[in-house]
Nanobody, 125 residues
Framework: QVQLVESGGGLVQAGGSLRLSCAAS????????MGWFRQAPGKEREFVAS????????DYADSVKVRFTVSRDNAKNTVYLQMNSLKPEDTAVYYC??????????????????WGQGTQVTVSS
């Protein structure tokens, strides 16, 4: 299995930027599609972005399209989420997750068996 550790969260003003990182260890990183999800207080965990094992395909939630970019560096076993033009409604705990190749770079939470511990992102107005 794979272990995931997120970093890069913090407090930022609206309109600002943050880059989240997710470092993987354990089994070969390129065997997994990767996803980013977030969960705000009192809300369900929701899909943010995903990227295929090679980095050649990605998908985004409508709410973050154009503003967020997902990427990965398989040589560094790391996936990134560049977040620009942040809004207060982006405030949440952000999680990275790994899915086996058979599931695709899916937006479905249940397709990801491996999760990091999360990193808090707070956007002030």
């Amino acid at each position: 299995q794979v272990q995931l550790v997120e970093s890069g969260g913090g407090l930022v003003q609206a309109g600002g930027s943050l880059r989240l990182s997710c470092a993987a260890s354990g089994r070969t990183f390129s065997r997994y599609h990767m996803g980013w999800f977030r969960q705000a207080p009192g809300k369900e965990r929701e899909f943010v972005a995903s990227i295929s094992w090679s980095g050649g395909n990605s998908d985004y939630a409508d709410s973050v399209k154009v503003r967020f970019t997902v990427s990965r560096d398989n040589a560094k076993n790391t996936v990134y989420l560049q977040m620009n033009s942040l809004k207060p409604e982006d405030t949440a705990v952000y999680y990275c997750a790994a899915a086996s190749l058979g599931y695709g770079w899916s937006p479905r939470v249940n397709n990801y068996p491996y999760w990091g511990q999360g990193t808090q992102v707070t956007v002030s107005s």
